[in-house]
């Protein structure tokens, strides 16, 4: 596993790795701006959160 994980941190240094870092940054920080979003999770909470 330890394989995996080096070549997953060599790869995120290059720089289409940081490409994609911040891409998926950006999307991620518009989605939880989204009040839908928000909706669904706050929906979400409040099923798991009920006891059965």
Excluded: N, Y
């Amino acid at each position: 596993m330890a394989g995996l994980f080096s070549k997953v941190t060599r790869f995120l240094s290059t720089p289409e790795g940081k490409r994609l870092t911040s891409e998926a940054t950006r999307r991620a920080q518009a989605m939880a701006k989204d009040p839908a979003t928000r909706q669904k999770i706050a929906d979400a909470r409040r099923r798991l959160g009920k006891p059965r």
